[in-house]
């Protein structure tokens, strides 16, 4: 059973559009979020983090949503850009001291 | 400041037999943790040491063991390959543990024939 779910294993989006990529998580008792990125032959890269005291935290072009109720977090991107283009994974530890990882959204970014 | 790195990089063995794989942390970073990269499964959590003791340790047999040295270097072994244990093995360290912003070496990708 996915505690940590990305339903969209890829995602293709114009140049310069936002790219929004998604997650579900089925444990309300999660304390913060963790968004990867990947590209191949490398190590995931730590992008944005948000605590679960917070709905929203922004990074340049990056924000991550937290929606609590809806058990769902969401990283957008906006512009998208060409180097944007990799996997992206969310992560959450848990109490337990262990983390669970999405099993990642492939974006596309299109010229 | 270098990064996180892992050897070797590729690796082929043959069911039945062990592998051991290596990582070196940043500089002052005093943990480091494992992970299991599968098409199937996707990141899994093997393991996390902290000052050469074992922290914490994810759901994975027996088979899959680590270590860290004084240095914070630190190894990973698997005895007795199976097929399934094909997979991306990633390593990542922070300056005092936990898994807040961590840092991903490039991986050691190891196949099972």
Known sequence: DQQVKQNSPSLSVQEGRISILNCDYTNSMFDYFLWYKKYPAEGPTFLISISSIKDKNEDGRFTVFLNKSAKHLSLHIVPSQPGDSAVYFCAIPNRDDKIIFGKGTRLHILP | ?113
């Not at chain 2, 299991?36 to 050469?52: A, I, V, W």
């Not at chain 2, 922070?94 to 099972?112: D, I, K, N, S």
Request: charged share 15%; proline share 4%.
């Open chain 2, 1 to 113: 400041k270098a990064g996180v790195t892992q050897t070797p990089r590729y690796l082929i063995k043959t069911r039945g037999q062990q592998v051991t794989l290596s990582c070196s942390p940043i500089s002052g970073h005093r943990s480091v943790s494992w992970y299991q990269q599968t098409p199937g499964q996707g990141l899994q959590f093997l393991f996390e040491y902290f000052s050469e003791t074992q922290r914490n340790k994810g759901n994975f047999p027996g088979r899959f063991s680590g270590r860290q040295f004084s240095n914070s270097r630190s190894e990973m072994n698997v005895s007795t390959l199976e097929l399934g244990d094909s997979a991306l093995y990633l390593c990542a360290s922070t300056r005092q543990g936990g898994f807040h912003e961590q840092y991903f070496g490039p991986g050691t990708r190891l196949t099972v024939t």
